[in-house]
Structure formats: structure tokens, C-alpha cells
């Protein structure tokens, strides 16, 4: 009893916003909502449709694509490149549109290198291609999002179906049929899971699309309680939002349905080497997006951030900017994993799916909603806290650091949550029945003998969750107290002012952060497939 009520208690987080935000677009606008429906939410709407559509076409092309090349053969740079393709997970879709806004500026390196060589002094000689724009914003975030495509569709060429992969191969089936008619279809499960997170992440973005001129839902969110003070207008454009989130998860299941019923192979499928032109080919296709999505960006904030510290030294702020981050990170790590060890536990204490299963997929549903839709329906809620405090206990819950910590517990508890409970299924029950037949509680059993072997997974949700909640824009921007600045929203900050050399020591500290974890899927990537025993 106790074990569901504690699961029921860490559930409660994720679900309060849904549910302010429900109540707060049921009361209305007022007058506003007419004009929001009139013109914000067609445009909002298109442009959020169009821009989900660009990017989930770009990361399944190249994600699937790169997944396939490395997997199947061999070409100069292979083993490099397989590792390297997961780089741009490093760099939040804001940090990689701020620096390619400075990059591709008529004051940039790009166009200041162009006209030199070409002996031009106009800086408007050079029509290059607007950065600005929706197709800009597309390509933005497609090269920095499709590692979620190109590391699940690997894994399903590297362990799934081998065996029928080499069947096609002695049929004669080679090159653009065998990835056709079986490659694809057999991954098409796992790209669609890939392309689904891809998805999640475009529609929490707000830094990138306002940098790059892109009105989204998301955006329109901010601007509606930033600049018109508007709860309710807010809560009903994020509902909307919800709404193409449900749409965004009901693609991925029907995508995975049908997919092809393939087996593990006890033997790993062996590359082909390809002849010189068909390699450098190969090369370049890897390679491409690998520059785009990492290489480019994070070498012009190593440049930009170098010169900065050269001329001026540090920011006089960047330690209370990363000390801002890092502690709100830390206490939201630390609430999650507490959150999350009762939710994974119950689960594994229903003999059928029940109860315990029904509250863990609950606390994993908060990975699926967007940050700044979380932000303003903590806003309503502790709103209405702070309303029913105020006679006899003042406090003030709606724009406090504890607001902040919380909205980061309800984007980031599916990855303890889910991270627990594969280490669940790891754990054989009779470990269990064991040590209840010798007289062990929950609590004792949990303590004493789960939380030992359940070690490697809570180290691993700890790093991930954290290094997430260091990078989240969305829910901090609306949530944070009044001068407090994480490194996230400072770089926001100096990119609304047009200062990008001010920001690059932010922006590269962001990229820093992310790259230990992104080094090791690398480092893992680039390993030899084993074949399973």
C-alpha cells in the first residue's frame, strides 16, 4: 500500500500542469482568444506542422541512410565516421542556431571569406540562401536531431535480421533493393521510435525557431504570457500544442505496428568494401552531416568564445551562470531519481500489468510535453497555491527556483523511470522471494539489496538527467526568478540582444556539457558488433 501510494505521490507532478492547463483554457480568454485564433494559431499552426514535417523527412533520410552506410559496408573513414555521425546530440537546437546565425552573417567568416576571395566589397554581393527562414530553422534542427534516427535504425541492421539480410544478398539483391525491400522495412520500428523523439524535441524547441524567425506553437506560448500577460491565452495555444504531441506519439505507435518481425542473429553481418568512387560517395554522405550538425557550429563557438576570452576575458558571470544551472540540475536530479525508484519498483511488483505499470507509464508521459507547456501550467497551478496560501501561510510557489527545479522533474523523469526499470527486469524475483521469506520488507529489500545492483542504472539516469536539465530553455525561461540567469537563458539573453560574441563562452560551456555523455555513445559506436551467446 505504501509502495503504491508513494508511486501515486510521483505521479502527481507530471499530471498537475495537464490539468491547470485544461481548467485555465476551459475559463476562457476574454477577447483574446478571438484574436489569437484569427492571427496566431493558423500561422503558429502551419508553420509547427511545416516545420515538424522538414525535419522528421530530413532525420529519417539521414539518420536511416548514414545508419545503413556504416552498417553495411566498408569505406575510407568508416570506423571514425560511426562514431562521430552522434556528435551533434552535444549541441542543443539553440546553441547550433546561434552560431550558425553568426556563421552565415554578411559579417560572418562564411561571406566575409567568400568576398575576399572573389574580390567583393558589397556585403550584399553574395545572395547566399536566408538562414532566417523555416527552411533554415528545418535544416538547423534536422542535423542536430538525427542521431535519434541513425542510432536506432543501427541497432536494428546491427542485431536484428542478419540472417535475412544475407539471405537477400545470395538471392542477388544488393545496394538501393536490399535496403528497399528488407533493410528498411525490418528497421522501420526503430526508425520510427527515432524519429518520434526527434519530433519531441522540435516542438520543445522555442530558442532555436525565435532565432530563426520561426513562429511555432512553442513560441507563440512564450510571446502570449511574455508579452500579452495572457495565462489563459497561453494555456490554450499550448493545448493545441498537446494536441499535435498526441498526434506526434500516435505516428510513432502506428509506425512501429506493422513492422517486419525480425529476430537476433547469433552472427554479425559482415560489411562490404565498396570500390573507390562508391567509398569516397559513402565518405562524403556520413561526413556531410557530421560538419553541419557539429564540426561548423561547435568550431566557430571554440573560435568565437577563444577571442572573446582573449580581448576581455571570462564573462564576469559565466561561474554564477554555470553554478545557477548546475545547482537546479542537481536538485532536480536528485527529486527524479527519489520520484522514480517507488514508480519503477511498483511496476515490478505487479505480477500482470496493473496498477504499478499504468503509474510508471504516467511518470514517463512527461518526457512527451514540452517544456514551456509544462512551464505555464505549473504557473496556473502554483497560481492558484499561492492564492489559497495567502491567508494563513504566504508563500510564493509561481516564479520561485523550486518552480524550476519541478518543471525539470517532469520533463526528465521518464529517463530514471524507464532507466530503472529495464534494470528491473535484470534483477531475477527470486532475489526477491528470497529475502521476503527471511523476513525483509519493502523498504529493507529496496535498500539493502536493490539499491546495490540497481548502482550502474541510477548512475547513468543521474548523468543523463542532469546534463538535460542543464540544457533546458523552455520551462526556464518562464519559470526562473527575476535575475537569475542559467547558462541556457544568458545565451538566450545575448542572442535576443545580437551580442553572439558574448554568448559563445555560454553556448560552448552548453556544448561541454553535453559531450561526455555523447562521447561515450561514440565510444560505444565505434566498437566492433559481438554477436550474441
Not at 522495412?185 to 525565435?210: F, K, Q, S, W
Request: charged fraction near 15%; hydrophobic fraction near 55%; charge should be positive.
Amino acid at each position: 500500500m505504501r509502495v503504491r501510494l508513494a508511486a501515486c505521490l510521483a505521479v502527481a507532478p507530471v499530471v498537475l500542469p495537464v490539468l491547470a492547463l485544461a481548467g485555465a483554457a476551459a475559463a476562457g480568454s476574454g477577447d483574446l482568444w478571438p484574436h489569437l485564433l484569427r492571427f496566431v494559431l493558423p500561422q503558429a499552426l502551419v508553420e509547427t506542422v511545416l516545420l515538424l514535417a522538414g525535419v522528421g523527412a530530413l532525420v529519417v533520410l539521414v539518420g536511416t541512410g548514414t545508419a545503413w552506410l556504416v552498417t553495411c559496408y566498408r569505406f575510407p573513414g568508416r570506423r571514425v565516421l560511426s562514431g562521430a555521425l552522434v556528435l551533434p546530440l552535444a549541441l542543443p537546437g539553440y546553441v547550433a542556431a546561434y552560431a550558425w546565425l553568426d556563421v552565415m552573417h554578411p559579417a560572418g567568416p562564411v561571406q566575409t571569406a567568400l568576398r575576399r576571395a572573389l574580390g567583393l566589397t558589397d556585403p550584399r554581393a553574395i545572395p547566399l540562401p536566408e538562414i532566417r527562414s523555416l527552411g533554415g530553422c528545418i535544416l538547423v534542427m534536422g542535423m542536430v536531431l538525427f542521431p535519434y534516427v541513425y542510432l536506432a535504425a543501427r541497432a536494428a541492421f546491427r542485431t536484428q535480421g542478419v540472417e535475412v539480410l544475407r539471405a537477400g544478398r545470395a538471392a542477388g539483391a544488393g545496394g538501393w533493393l536490399l535496403f528497399r525491400r528488407i533493410g528498411l522495412p525490418m528497421a522501420r520500428p526503430a526508425v520510427a521510435a527515432g524519429a518520434a523523439l526527434a519530433l519531441m524535441e522540435t516542438l520543445n524547441d522555442v530558442g532555436a525557431a525565435e532565432f530563426l524567425g520561426v513562429r511555432t506553437l512553442t513560441v507563440s506560448v512564450y510571446v502570449t504570457w511574455i508579452t500579452r500577460s495572457s495565462l489563459e491565452g497561453a494555456a490554450q495555444i499550448a493545448l493545441v500544442l498537446l494536441a499535435l504531441v498526441a498526434a506526434v506519439v500516435a505516428l510513432e505507435r502506428w509506425g512501429r505496428a506493422p513492422g517486419a518481425h525480425a529476430v537476433d542473429s547469433s552472427a554479425a553481418l559482415q560489411p562490404r568494401a565498396l570500390s573507390w568512387p562508391a567509398g569516397l560517395a559513402a565518405m562524403l554522405a556520413c561526413a556531410v552531416p557530421v560538419l553541419l550538425g557539429f564540426v561548423v557550429p561547435a568550431g566557430y563557438l571554440l573560435w568565437a568564445a577563444a577571442r572573446r576570452i582573449g580581448e576581455f576575458g571570462l564573462p564576469p558571470d559565466l561561474w554564477r551562470w554555470i553554478g545557477n544551472s548546475a545547482f537546479l540540475a542537481a536538485l532536480a536530479t536528485a527529486l527524479a531519481l527519489l520520484l522514480a525508484l517507488p514508480l519503477a519498483y511498483g511496476a515490478r511488483r505487479d505480477r500482470r500489468p496493473g496498477l504499478g505499470a499504468l503509474l510508471l507509464k504516467l511518470g514517463m508521459l512527461g518526457y512527451a510535453l514540452p517544456g514551456g507547456v509544462a512551464a505555464v501550467g505549473l504557473i496556473i497551478a502554483f497560481g492558484k497555491l499561492d492564492d489559497l496560501a495567502a491567508n494563513w501561510a504566504p508563500v510564493a510557489l509561481s516564479g520561485s527556483l523550486g518552480a524550476v527545479v519541478l518543471a525539470y522533474v517532469i520533463r526528465f523523469l521518464a529517463i530514471p523511470a524507464s532507466g530503472l526499470d529495464a534494470a528491473y527486469s535484470r534483477i531475477r524475483r527470486e532475489v526477491d522471494w528470497s529475502a521476503q521469506s527471511m523476513g525483509a520488507g519493502s523498504t529493507r529489500l529496496v535498500w539493502r539489496i536493490h539499491l546495490p545492483l540497481l548502482l550502474p542504472a541510477l548512475s547513468s539516469a543521474a548523468l543523463l538527467t542532469f546534463l538535460d536539465a542543464m540544457k533546458e530553455l523552455p520551462a526556464t525561461l518562464l519559470l526562473r526568478p527575476l535575475n537569475t540567469e542559467t547558462l541556457a537563458t544568458a545565451l538566450y539573453a545575448e542572442a535576443a540582444r545580437g551580442t553572439y560574441e558574448e554568448g559563445a563562452v555560454a553556448a560552448l560551456s552548453l556544448v561541454a556539457v553535453g559531450l561526455a555523455p555523447i562521447l561515450l555513445l561514440a565510444r560505444r559506436a565505434t566498437k566492433p558488433h559481438l554477436p550474441l551467446r
